[in-house]
Nanobody
Framework: QVQLLESGGGLVQPGGSLRLSCTTS????????MDWYRQAPAKQREWVAT???????SYGDAVKGRFTISRDESNNTSFLRIDDVKPEDTGDYFC????????????????WGKGTRVTVQS
């Protein structure tokens, strides 16, 4: 079954930057919208950002101005750049795709990655 694979998490100091990546487990797949969510310790998962296939973006209020979502259509990868990282950005970051396509066929719906952990610590 096609999977979403996140990478790029790790330990970062406050004020630093990092870039998370999400791609499908095979480059023959395609997606329309790609989303990022995050879940801080002991908190509910929250929506962070969405990018459409045409490149339109939207962000949650908590991250506007510091987070940038982008995508590379050539290899069906989305990126989430976090600037001026803050301790409250600590958590697990998850990639989500409402549909994954192979050609014109939907091969998976409501797909989630397993997450990548970001720890902000001085």
């Amino acid at each position: 079954q096609v999977q979403l694979l996140e990478s790029g998490g790790g330990l970062v100091q406050p004020g630093g930057s990092l870039r998370l990546s999400c791609t499908t487990s095979g480059h023959t797949y395609a997606t329309r919208n790609m989303d990022w969510y995050r879940q801080a310790p002991a908190k509910q998962r929250e929506w962070v950002a969405t990018i459409t296939r045409s490149g339109a973006t939207s962000y949650g209020d908590a991250v506007k101005g510091r987070f940038t979502i982008s995508r590379d259509e050539s290899n069906n990868t989305s990126f989430l750049r976090i600037d001026d990282v803050k301790p409250e950005d600590t958590g697990d970051y998850f990639c989500h795709a409402p549909e994954i396509y192979y050609g014109s066929s939907v091969v998976r719906e409501d797909a989630w990655g397993k997450g990548t952990r970001v720890t902000v610590q001085s």
